[in-house]
């Protein structure tokens, strides 16, 4: 199992802590536009964890709504944007139209979700290839509706996670999103030597 723990010098967690700040922001804008209203997204914490770490922390065998998108490029990874059912349906709400019954809304609830993953994993992985001087290739995004064991099951192996904790919040509601970025070891050498690339063309 990899490291649960990235050793990563403070100036390289800095700057991975600003790249997806600058992506989220990025984000923040194009949802606002989205949605015709101002849409903030908290400033993320970032963790390095275990697949069961993440379970731990999002609850056992907890539902979970997820957008995912594989990255090829660079390095490689696998991103999720998860969200907690019970939250999402109230921003999806807002998101769309009040007026619309239940029925409908759950009906276009995943498309809502789907979209807002696809904007927001994009957004930040597009701040990175700019930041790296590269670019991804991005698939279309796959809603799906699961639960944390099955998380466990799908993400473990020899990669290691970053979790990007942020709040997306709306005029009166708010959602908490979980970004999941899923790399093996050798992506994350190619991401910590980026990183260190990064630093070194500021000194």
Do not use: W
Not at 37 to 50: A, D, R, W
Not at 88 to 101: I, N, Y
Not at 131 to 156: C, K, M, W
Request: proline share 3%; aromatic share 6%.
């Amino acid at each position: 199992m990899a490291k649960t723990q990235l050793d990563l010098p403070e100036m390289q967690y800095d700057l991975l802590k600003e790249l997806f700040n600058l992506g989220l922001g990025s984000a923040a804008h194009s949802l606002s536009q989205l949605v015709h209203q101002e849409v903030i997204l908290s400033v993320p914490k970032i963790l390095f964890e275990t697949p069961e770490q993440l379970a731990n922390r999002l609850g056992k065998n907890q539902a979970i709504f997820s957008v995912s998108q594989f990255m090829q490029g660079p390095f490689d990874m696998n991103s999720m944007l998860i969200f907690n059912p019970e939250d999402s349906f109230d921003v999806v709400k807002k998101m769309l139209d009040k007026h619309l019954s239940d029925e409908i809304l759950t009906e276009l609830q995943s498309e809502a979700l789907t979209e807002i993953g696809n904007i927001v994993l994009n957004s930040c992985i597009s701040v990175v290839g700019e930041a790296i001087g590269g670019s991804f290739h991005v698939q279309l995004p796959v809603y799906r509706e699961t639960n944390t064991d099955q998380l466990i099951e799908e993400t473990t192996g020899d990669g290691v996670l970053i979790s990007v904790v942020v709040k997306i919040e709306l005029k009166g509601s708010s959602i908490n999103g979980h970004l999941v970025f899923v790399l093996n070891a050798d992506s994350m050498s190619n991401l910590y030597k980026t990183l260190e690339l990064i630093v070194q063309s500021y000194e």
